[in-house]
């Protein structure tokens, strides 16, 4: 017997949520204990009273599946919203990286370059080393560090993806 | 709301935490607490000495407390109400807390905890309570002011008893137990974010009507949910069937809300099912589901699940629709209130019931398969004769009688021998099957209901789990009635063993069995034995008649299984009607189903 998987669709989930404790455990364990993925989450606060915070979640799943992601998160009791950002309309996602690279001669003028084509900042730099900041779509980011890793990329830490709508409303 | 009236300046008494808490309970109408003392719940326990309004049920383990309040509120409509200490008394309470949320019953369930500074730090009976019972509550606490928590115990109460019922947790430090803050009785103030949709949208309800009325096939799948809604909605739910003449299924949970004695029942739909019931979700035109969630007890195999219907889904609780199967209606709202709205809809267009003979008769001679019959040979005890005679007797009896079980064949052999023509009155836990579960349970309904008849109906090796318990009925002087059907086997598992594996009974022989007589009788019970077919009459009246607690050890054919059966991963047209088509072997795929 072997066991079938089903054709995955990328999805960002962006959530408001009551800023309290135990929330973001909630969620994530939410996501395993019925075996969803997580790509990416993002949480930070976002009223000035700290009582609501933004969860924005990168998953990936059969339509079917997304769906059922969405209703149980919609019936946590501190969960405020759901949006399907995918679903909803045009939206606008980023994600910040830093990206270490190491290298001299030509490959440090080449990171350079490149840097300056994603319009990636220089935040750090040694003689043997850069540590870039780019923000973009993560599909950017992905391709940024792709090209770096023939360089001599050294490590790398993302953020995950914030989104909103776009337009002058609120989800 | 006390911190308001304090800056305000309004006059109002500090009180402690554990005060505060016991006088939210009596505010919110709470009369009983199943619980269980230890270090972290000491000053709740100190408040609750000689208590004028709450009443203490000491149980035996903290399991036991947690199914009695299950037994409680399902057979009430009242929340139940659990409190234990940290750690041990914690998780000792995670069964039930889990039952109650896959059964959707409403259950608060207080938690002493360690001092806040010792949070974390490994401390005596310290265990992560609320991290523990995250994903097996409907929502949790961990209270770390008094200021905060009559606010959160009126929520959990609100959370626990709508929408969705289920289990809350609060999980209360020491600290905050001695800690004073000022009480007033806060408004009702639920969570903001907390908003279950009661009301149905009216379009859907008129498309569902047109849906009925041009039904010719139709059949209405009824669950748990009916039952949660109130007694009401069961008393909707018969009128719907009338004006529509749809013939009426319902899952184990449901049963109840729809009477047995009507023409209209097709019996328990699913697994150990009815082939009526079954027959009749295959071969139907329109399924309304009523706050049952396609449960793959009652599905069978997936696609082949009732192919040529169309479909709708009433539930509280969104995530249960399209959840496993795809409906074309889906009505969000309390079962209760959409089926009102419904009748007056129906009502309002001046529907009459199609004319359903087709459909009757095709159903009738589904029915004439007699499905639930079984072969006697007079020697031995069948356990389905057991149960037929348990019924005929407590109806016999004119009494309120409501019956609990424990999980097993037995349990399934009661869903189809006991007819039931009221709510309220069959305990079992469906979604977690969890052996241990109908004694306590018992109890706790014979403490919300002292005048009724409360009989549970066991396993040998279920009744085992919670045994226990014996001393609590005794303390409380409850005269619950256990009737094990002792099989002297784990029988269900056995009869499983018996399909797929070939009858090689790997550990479910009930070896060592105690004396059950002996064993009712040393915690200060009348014990019965029954021990064949021409005893077993006079010892259920003895039974019924005998005052106070009574255990029955019934001596039933070890061998017989429960039919009919839709093998996992079988289609509803495929049943299993008696042993002769049982194969004894399996796929791997079936195997590898629950
Ligand atoms: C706590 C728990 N453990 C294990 C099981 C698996 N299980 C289901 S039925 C059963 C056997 C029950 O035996 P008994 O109580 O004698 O009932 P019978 O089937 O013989 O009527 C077992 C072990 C369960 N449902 N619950
Ligand atoms: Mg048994």
Redesign the pocket.
């Known amino acids: 017997m072997h066991i079938q998987e089903e054709t995955n669709q990328r999805h960002v989930l962006s959530l408001t949520v009551a800023n309290e404790a135990g929330i973001l455990a909630r969620i994530a364990g939410m996501f395993t204990a019925r075996g969803y993925n997580i790509d990416s989450l993002t949480v930070a606060d976002i009223t000035p009273d700290h009582a609501i915070s933004r969860i924005t979640i990168v998953t990936n799943g059969p339509p079917k599946v997304i769906d059922q992601i969405i209703a149980q998160l919609d019936r946590l009791v501190p969960v405020h919203k759901v949006t399907d950002l995918s679903e909803n309309g045009p939206y606008v996602e980023r994600e910040l990286a830093l990206v270490k690279v190491a290298g001299t001669g030509e490959d440090r003028i080449e990171a350079l370059r490149l840097a300056d084509v994603f319009r990636a900042k220089v935040v750090d730099t040694t003689i043997e080393s850069f540590i870039f900041e780019i923000t973009g779509p993560s599909d950017k980011i992905d391709t940024f560090v792709g090209l770096m890793g023939q360089i001599g990329l050294v490590e790398v830490g993302r953020t995950g993806v914030v989104g909103l709508v776009r337009g002058k409303d609120p989800v | 709301m006390a911190l308001l009236a304090f800056e305000e300046g309004i006059d109002v008494a500090e009180m402690s935490g554990a005060d505060i808490l016991c006088q939210c309970l009596v505010d919110q109408g709470v009369e009983v607490v199943f619980g269980y003392p230890g270090g972290a719940v000491l000053p709740i326990y100190d408040i609750l000495y000689n208590h004028p309004k709450i009443k203490h049920v000491l149980v035996r383990h903290e399991q036991g407390a947690t199914h009695m309040a299950e037994g409680y509120a399902r057979s009430t409509g009242k929340p139940g109400v659990v409190l234990v200490t940290s750690g041990p008394g914690a998780t000792n309470a995670i069964?039930g807390i889990t039952d109650a949320l896959m059964d959707s019953i409403p259950m608060i369930v207080i938690t002493g905890q360690v001092a806040t500074h010792l949070i974390g730090s490994d401390a005596f009976q310290e265990a992560d309570t609320v991290g523990l019972t995250r994903h097996c509550t409907k929502h949790n606490y961990l209270v770390k002011s008094p200021a905060k928590l009559a606010h959160v115990v009126h929520e959990a109460f609100h959370i626990a008893t709508s929408g969705r019922p289920g289990p809350v947790v609060i999980d209360i430090p020491k600290d905050v137990q001695v800690a004073t803050a000022p009480y007033s009785k806060p408004e009702m103030n639920a969570h903001p974010s907390y908003r279950p949709q009661v009301k149905a949208d009216a379009a859907a309800i008129s498309t569902a009507i047109e849906m009925l009325a041009a039904a010719e096939r139709p059949i209405l799948y009824t669950g748990g949910g009916v039952i949660n809604s109130g007694p009401e909605a069961s008393a909707l739910l018969r009128e719907l069937a009338e004006l529509t003449g749809a013939p009426v299924t319902s899952t184990l949970m449901g049963l109840g809300a729809f009477p047995a004695s009507s023409p209209q029942w097709l019996g328990m739909l699913g697994m150990h099912g009815t082939y009526e019931a079954n027959m009749a979700m295959n071969k139907a035109d329109l399924i309304v589901c009523l706050g049952a969630r396609f449960d793959d007890r009652v599905t069978g195999r997936l696609d082949a699940f009732s192919p040529n219907s169309r479909k709708i889904h009433v539930d509280i609780d969104r995530s249960s629709v399209n959840k496993t199967v795809e409906v074309e209606l889906p009505i969000i709202a309390d079962v209760g209130s959409a089926m009102a709205d419904m009748i007056a809809v129906w009502k309002q267009r001046g529907h009459e019931a199609n004319d359903m003979t087709e459909w009757t008769a095709r159903i009738d001679g589904w029915r004439a398969r007699k499905c639930l019959d079984y072969v006697e040979d007079g020697a031995e005890i069948m356990?389905q004769r057991a149960i037929a005679d348990l019924f005929s007797a407590t109806r016999a009896s004119g009494k309120d009688v409501i019956i609990t079980t424990?999980?097993?064949?037995?349990?399934m052999?009661a869903a189809q021998h006991y007819h039931f023509d009221e709510p309220n009155k069959w305990l079992t836990s469906g979604g977690l099957?969890?052996?241990?579960y109908g004694f306590p349970a018992a109890i706790g309904a014979q403490i919300g209901n002292p005048d009724s008849l409360v009989i549970c109906v066991?396993?040998?090796?279920?009744?085992q789990?919670n045994i226990q318990e014996l001393g609590t009925a005794i303390q409380y002087r409850l005269p619950v009635k256990i009737f094990i059907?002792?099989?002297e086997?784990?029988?269900?598992?056995?009869?499983w063993q018996e399909l797929t594996y070939e009858s090689r009974y790997s550990n479910?022989y009930?070896d060592a069995l105690p004396d059950f007589v002996k064993l009712a009788e040393a915690y200060g019970w009348t014990g019965i034995r029954i021990e064949g077919p021409q005893e077993l009459e006079a010892g259920i009246r003895q039974m019924i008649e005998t005052p106070g607690p009574v255990m029955v050890d019934c001596r039933v054919a070890k061998l017989s299984n429960?039919f009919p059966m839709i093998p996992s991963g079988a289609a509803h047209t495929d049943m299993l009607l008696d042993p002769s088509q049982v194969s004894g072997t399996m796929n791997d795929e079936a195997k590898a189903l629950v």
């Open positions: 069964t356990p424990e999980v097993g064949q037995h349990q052999w099957g969890t052996m241990g066991a396993g040998d090796a279920s009744i789990m059907l002792n099989n086997y784990m029988g269900m598992v056995r009869q479910s009930s429960c």
